[in-house]
Protein backbone atom coordinates (compact mmCIF):
# COMPACT_ATOMS: atom_id res chain seq x y z
CA UNK A 1 0.00 0.00 0.00
CA UNK A 2 2.54 2.20 0.62
CA UNK A 3 4.46 1.83 -2.49
CA UNK A 4 1.52 2.12 -4.14
CA UNK A 5 1.06 5.72 -2.08
CA UNK A 6 4.41 6.76 -3.35
CA UNK A 7 3.98 5.92 -7.06
CA UNK A 8 0.71 8.30 -6.68
CA UNK A 9 2.56 11.00 -5.33
CA UNK A 10 5.52 10.85 -8.41
CA UNK A 11 3.10 10.63 -11.04
CA UNK A 12 1.06 13.49 -9.95
CA UNK A 13 4.11 15.76 -8.57
CA UNK A 14 4.37 17.05 -12.15
CA UNK A 15 1.19 17.87 -12.71
CA UNK A 16 1.09 19.74 -9.03
CA UNK A 17 3.65 21.55 -10.54
CA UNK A 18 2.43 22.55 -13.90
CA UNK A 19 -0.71 23.25 -12.68
CA UNK A 20 1.34 25.82 -10.03
CA UNK A 21 3.87 27.46 -12.62
CA UNK A 22 0.74 28.04 -14.56
CA UNK A 23 -1.46 29.47 -11.57
CA UNK A 24 1.95 31.85 -10.76
CA UNK A 25 2.35 32.67 -14.01
CA UNK A 26 -1.31 33.92 -14.36
CA UNK A 27 -1.15 35.77 -11.07
CA UNK A 28 1.73 37.82 -11.68
CA UNK A 29 -0.16 41.14 -12.00
CA UNK A 30 -1.50 41.02 -8.90
CA UNK A 31 1.87 41.55 -7.14
CA UNK A 32 1.95 44.76 -8.73
CA UNK A 33 -1.31 45.72 -9.36
CA UNK A 34 -0.49 49.82 -8.75
CA UNK A 35 1.84 51.79 -10.59
CA UNK A 36 2.69 55.36 -9.90
CA UNK A 37 3.36 57.96 -12.58
CA UNK A 38 4.92 60.99 -13.10
CA UNK A 39 5.30 62.90 -16.20
CA UNK A 40 6.19 66.15 -18.06
CA UNK A 41 4.96 67.31 -21.56
CA UNK A 42 2.92 70.06 -23.24
CA UNK A 43 -0.67 71.79 -23.09
CA UNK A 44 -3.10 73.12 -25.63
CA UNK A 45 -6.64 74.64 -25.59
CA UNK A 46 -9.39 75.20 -27.59
CA UNK A 47 -11.54 77.89 -27.64
CA UNK A 48 -12.31 81.56 -29.40
CA UNK A 49 -8.83 83.60 -29.18
CA UNK A 50 -6.40 82.93 -31.36
CA UNK A 51 -6.59 79.90 -33.63
CA UNK A 52 -6.33 79.00 -37.59
CA UNK A 53 -6.78 81.55 -40.28
CA UNK A 54 -10.60 81.28 -40.37
CA UNK A 55 -13.61 81.44 -39.12
CA UNK A 56 -13.68 80.06 -35.76
CA UNK A 57 -14.05 76.08 -36.63
CA UNK A 58 -14.47 72.64 -33.89
CA UNK A 59 -11.73 70.66 -32.64
CA UNK A 60 -8.54 69.89 -34.33
CA UNK A 61 -8.90 72.42 -37.31
CA UNK A 62 -8.83 75.13 -35.26
CA UNK A 63 -5.24 74.20 -32.93
CA UNK A 64 -2.93 76.87 -33.09
CA UNK A 65 0.31 74.94 -32.05
CA UNK A 66 2.69 77.72 -31.27
CA UNK A 67 0.42 78.02 -28.70
CA UNK A 68 1.54 74.96 -26.92
CA UNK A 69 2.38 75.47 -23.58
CA UNK A 70 4.29 73.13 -20.41
CA UNK A 71 2.25 70.52 -18.41
CA UNK A 72 2.93 67.96 -15.54
CA UNK A 73 1.34 65.34 -14.11
CA UNK A 74 1.61 63.04 -11.22
CA UNK A 75 -0.75 59.86 -10.52
CA UNK A 76 -1.49 56.13 -9.38
CA UNK A 77 -2.50 53.57 -11.26
CA UNK A 78 -4.69 50.56 -9.79
CA UNK A 79 -5.03 47.26 -12.05
CA UNK A 80 -8.59 46.18 -12.00
CA UNK A 81 -7.88 43.22 -13.71
CA UNK A 82 -5.32 42.44 -16.79
CA UNK A 83 -7.39 44.27 -19.12
CA UNK A 84 -8.62 47.37 -16.81
CA UNK A 85 -7.13 49.87 -15.19
CA UNK A 86 -8.70 52.83 -12.35
CA UNK A 87 -5.63 56.04 -12.42
CA UNK A 88 -6.19 58.64 -10.12
CA UNK A 89 -3.69 61.68 -11.06
CA UNK A 90 -3.23 65.82 -10.66
CA UNK A 91 -2.36 67.59 -13.55
CA UNK A 92 -0.99 71.31 -13.92
CA UNK A 93 -1.10 73.14 -17.63
CA UNK A 94 -0.98 76.28 -18.69
CA UNK A 95 -3.10 77.19 -22.19
CA UNK A 96 -3.15 80.78 -24.21
CA UNK A 97 -4.68 82.39 -26.78
CA UNK A 98 -4.19 85.42 -28.73
CA UNK A 99 -6.36 87.07 -31.60
CA UNK A 100 -3.35 88.65 -33.18
CA UNK A 101 -1.54 85.03 -34.10
CA UNK A 102 -4.67 84.50 -36.77
CA UNK A 103 -5.13 86.46 -39.71
CA UNK A 104 -9.72 86.13 -39.68
CA UNK A 105 -10.48 89.66 -40.00
CA UNK A 106 -12.96 89.66 -37.48
CA UNK A 107 -10.91 87.79 -34.87
CA UNK A 108 -7.98 89.66 -35.35
CA UNK A 109 -9.83 93.08 -35.05
CA UNK A 110 -11.29 91.65 -31.97
CA UNK A 111 -7.55 91.73 -30.87
CA UNK A 112 -8.28 89.87 -27.54
CA UNK A 113 -5.46 87.69 -25.64
CA UNK A 114 -5.24 85.94 -22.37
CA UNK A 115 -3.48 82.77 -20.50
CA UNK A 116 -4.91 80.42 -17.49
CA UNK A 117 -3.08 77.39 -15.34
CA UNK A 118 -5.31 74.67 -15.43
CA UNK A 119 -5.20 72.45 -12.34
CA UNK A 120 -6.90 69.56 -13.04
CA UNK A 121 -7.46 66.51 -10.25
CA UNK A 122 -8.85 63.49 -12.31
CA UNK A 123 -9.91 59.98 -11.97
CA UNK A 124 -10.06 57.53 -15.89
CA UNK A 125 -10.64 54.66 -16.57
CA UNK A 126 -8.53 52.88 -18.69
CA UNK A 127 -9.16 49.72 -20.90
CA UNK A 128 -6.96 47.79 -22.90
CA UNK A 129 -7.27 44.63 -25.67
CA UNK A 130 -3.88 43.34 -24.57
CA UNK A 131 -2.25 42.04 -21.24
CA UNK A 132 0.72 43.69 -19.42
CA UNK A 133 2.79 40.75 -19.53
CA UNK A 134 6.26 40.63 -16.97
CA UNK A 135 9.64 39.27 -18.29
CA UNK A 136 12.40 38.29 -15.97
CA UNK A 137 13.89 40.06 -12.91
CA UNK A 138 16.81 40.80 -15.26
CA UNK A 139 17.15 40.60 -19.15
CA UNK A 140 20.03 38.40 -18.79
CA UNK A 141 21.85 37.39 -22.65
CA UNK A 142 21.44 33.32 -23.29
CA UNK A 143 18.40 33.37 -20.79
CA UNK A 144 15.15 32.20 -22.39
CA UNK A 145 11.84 33.34 -20.89
CA UNK A 146 8.90 35.15 -21.54
CA UNK A 147 8.80 38.43 -21.92
CA UNK A 148 5.30 39.36 -23.03
CA UNK A 149 4.25 42.57 -24.70
CA UNK A 150 7.20 45.43 -24.06
CA UNK A 151 4.40 47.92 -25.46
CA UNK A 152 1.30 48.53 -24.07
CA UNK A 153 -1.33 50.63 -25.71
CA UNK A 154 -4.83 50.98 -23.77
CA UNK A 155 -7.42 53.71 -24.12
CA UNK A 156 -8.80 55.93 -21.44
CA UNK A 157 -12.43 57.65 -20.35
CA UNK A 158 -13.07 59.54 -17.37
CA UNK A 159 -13.98 62.21 -15.18
CA UNK A 160 -12.53 64.96 -13.02
CA UNK A 161 -12.69 68.69 -11.66
CA UNK A 162 -10.62 71.35 -12.85
CA UNK A 163 -9.39 75.24 -11.57
CA UNK A 164 -9.04 77.54 -13.83
CA UNK A 165 -8.09 81.55 -14.22
CA UNK A 166 -8.25 83.73 -17.07
CA UNK A 167 -5.91 86.49 -17.23
CA UNK A 168 -4.93 89.40 -19.59
CA UNK A 169 -2.34 91.88 -20.09
CA UNK A 170 -2.35 94.76 -20.30
CA UNK A 171 0.33 97.73 -19.65
CA UNK A 172 3.03 94.73 -18.80
CA UNK A 173 0.68 93.95 -16.11
CA UNK A 174 -1.77 90.62 -16.02
CA UNK A 175 -4.96 90.86 -14.35
CA UNK A 176 -7.48 88.55 -13.34
CA UNK A 177 -10.58 88.83 -15.79
CA UNK A 178 -13.28 86.84 -14.13
CA UNK A 179 -14.13 89.79 -11.64
CA UNK A 180 -14.09 92.00 -14.35
CA UNK A 181 -17.28 91.13 -15.69
CA UNK A 182 -16.00 91.51 -19.37
CA UNK A 183 -19.11 90.59 -20.85
CA UNK A 184 -21.55 92.46 -18.58
CA UNK A 185 -22.30 89.63 -16.23
CA UNK A 186 -23.55 91.22 -13.59
CA UNK A 187 -25.77 93.20 -15.41
CA UNK A 188 -28.13 90.82 -17.83
CA UNK A 189 -30.39 88.25 -16.22
CA UNK A 190 -29.23 85.20 -17.72
CA UNK A 191 -25.40 86.38 -17.42
CA UNK A 192 -24.68 84.89 -13.73
CA UNK A 193 -20.55 85.45 -13.58
CA UNK A 194 -18.89 82.09 -14.21
CA UNK A 195 -17.60 79.97 -11.55
CA UNK A 196 -13.08 79.04 -12.12
CA UNK A 197 -14.31 75.49 -10.89
CA UNK A 198 -15.50 73.43 -13.62
CA UNK A 199 -16.08 69.67 -14.45
CA UNK A 200 -14.22 68.16 -17.06
CA UNK A 201 -14.77 64.65 -19.15
CA UNK A 202 -10.90 63.61 -20.22
CA UNK A 203 -10.22 61.01 -22.82
CA UNK A 204 -7.88 59.78 -25.19
CA UNK A 205 -4.98 57.03 -25.76
CA UNK A 206 -1.99 55.78 -24.02
CA UNK A 207 1.24 53.66 -24.47
CA UNK A 208 3.36 52.17 -22.23
CA UNK A 209 6.79 50.60 -23.05
CA UNK A 210 7.96 48.18 -20.08
CA UNK A 211 11.97 47.93 -19.38
CA UNK A 212 11.54 45.48 -16.80
CA UNK A 213 8.87 43.95 -14.03
CA UNK A 214 8.98 47.66 -12.07
CA UNK A 215 10.16 50.44 -14.49
CA UNK A 216 8.26 51.70 -17.62
CA UNK A 217 8.11 54.45 -19.96
CA UNK A 218 4.67 55.47 -21.25
CA UNK A 219 3.31 58.51 -23.66
CA UNK A 220 -0.58 59.95 -23.05
CA UNK A 221 -2.64 61.79 -25.24
CA UNK A 222 -5.80 63.28 -24.24
CA UNK A 223 -8.49 65.94 -25.19
CA UNK A 224 -10.99 67.60 -22.05
CA UNK A 225 -14.15 68.65 -22.85
CA UNK A 226 -16.15 70.67 -20.67
CA UNK A 227 -19.08 72.35 -19.75
CA UNK A 228 -17.49 75.95 -19.30
CA UNK A 229 -17.13 78.04 -22.61
CA UNK A 230 -15.23 80.74 -20.15
CA UNK A 231 -11.51 79.42 -19.81
CA UNK A 232 -10.59 82.73 -22.10
CA UNK A 233 -13.17 84.99 -20.97
CA UNK A 234 -14.56 84.94 -23.86
CA UNK A 235 -18.41 82.99 -24.55
CA UNK A 236 -21.05 85.36 -26.50
CA UNK A 237 -21.68 88.91 -27.13
CA UNK A 238 -20.81 92.65 -26.51
CA UNK A 239 -21.96 94.54 -23.71
CA UNK A 240 -22.19 98.28 -23.80
CA UNK A 241 -18.78 99.46 -23.17
CA UNK A 242 -19.46 103.15 -21.76
CA UNK A 243 -21.81 100.82 -19.10
CA UNK A 244 -18.76 98.73 -18.14
CA UNK A 245 -16.91 101.94 -17.61
CA UNK A 246 -19.19 103.27 -15.15
CA UNK A 247 -20.32 100.24 -13.11
CA UNK A 248 -16.69 98.19 -13.30
CA UNK A 249 -14.34 100.85 -14.07
CA UNK A 250 -11.46 101.78 -16.75
CA UNK A 251 -9.34 98.41 -16.51
CA UNK A 252 -12.76 96.30 -17.32
CA UNK A 253 -13.45 98.69 -20.33
CA UNK A 254 -10.21 98.27 -21.58
CA UNK A 255 -9.78 94.50 -21.58
CA UNK A 256 -13.59 94.08 -22.36
CA UNK A 257 -13.36 95.95 -25.81
CA UNK A 258 -9.29 95.58 -27.21
CA UNK A 259 -10.13 96.28 -30.62
CA UNK A 260 -8.74 99.82 -32.13
CA UNK A 261 -12.12 101.39 -33.14
CA UNK A 262 -11.76 101.79 -36.38
CA UNK A 263 -14.95 99.67 -37.06
CA UNK A 264 -17.10 100.20 -33.86
CA UNK A 265 -19.66 98.48 -34.90
CA UNK A 266 -18.07 95.40 -34.84
CA UNK A 267 -17.90 95.69 -31.13
CA UNK A 268 -20.77 97.55 -30.26
CA UNK A 269 -23.48 96.22 -27.82
CA UNK A 270 -25.05 93.05 -28.40
CA UNK A 271 -22.49 92.17 -31.42
CA UNK A 272 -20.52 89.03 -31.49
CA UNK A 273 -17.82 88.20 -29.23
CA UNK A 274 -17.45 84.78 -28.53
CA UNK A 275 -19.70 81.24 -29.52
CA UNK A 276 -21.36 79.65 -26.32
CA UNK A 277 -22.39 77.01 -28.88
CA UNK A 278 -18.97 75.39 -28.51
CA UNK A 279 -17.57 74.93 -25.24
CA UNK A 280 -13.67 75.41 -23.89
CA UNK A 281 -11.56 72.06 -24.51
CA UNK A 282 -7.71 71.95 -23.52
CA UNK A 283 -5.68 68.64 -23.95
CA UNK A 284 -2.53 67.29 -22.52
CA UNK A 285 0.43 65.50 -23.86
CA UNK A 286 2.58 64.05 -21.63
CA UNK A 287 5.45 61.84 -21.38
CA UNK A 288 5.51 59.53 -17.97
CA UNK A 289 7.76 57.78 -16.22
CA UNK A 290 5.96 54.73 -14.55
CA UNK A 291 7.10 52.64 -10.99
CA UNK A 292 5.31 49.54 -10.23
CA UNK A 293 4.69 49.37 -6.09
CA UNK A 294 4.87 45.41 -4.73
CA UNK A 295 1.21 44.95 -3.45
CA UNK A 296 1.30 41.43 -2.88
CA UNK A 297 3.84 38.14 -2.29
CA UNK A 298 6.44 38.10 -5.43
CA UNK A 299 5.76 35.30 -7.84
CA UNK A 300 8.49 35.62 -9.46
CA UNK A 301 11.21 33.18 -10.35
CA UNK A 302 14.65 34.65 -8.55
CA UNK A 303 17.77 34.08 -10.06
Given at each position: ?????I??L?????V?????????K????????M????G??????L??L????Q??????K?L???????A?????????????A???????????G???????????Y??????SNIL????N????FMKE????RY??R???????????????????V????????I???????????????T?F???E??????IAL?????????????WGL??????????????????????D??L???????LA?????????????I???G????????K??????????N???????D?????
Amino acid sequence: MRKILILLLVAIMPVVSFAQKKYRKSNRWKSYRMEAHLGLGASNFLGELGGANQIGTNYFKDLEFNQTRMAAVVGLRYKLTEYFAINTKFTYGKVTGDDKLTTEFFRNYRNLSFRSNILELSTNFEASFMKERFGARYRLRGIRGSRGYEMYVYTFGGIGVFYFNPQAQIGGKWYDLQPLHTEGQTHFANREPYSRIQIALPIGLGFKYTFDRRWGLGLELGLRKTFTDYIDDVSRTYYDNNLILQTEGPLAAALADRSDGEFPSITSPGAQRGDPRDKDSYMFGVININYKILTGRDLFPRF
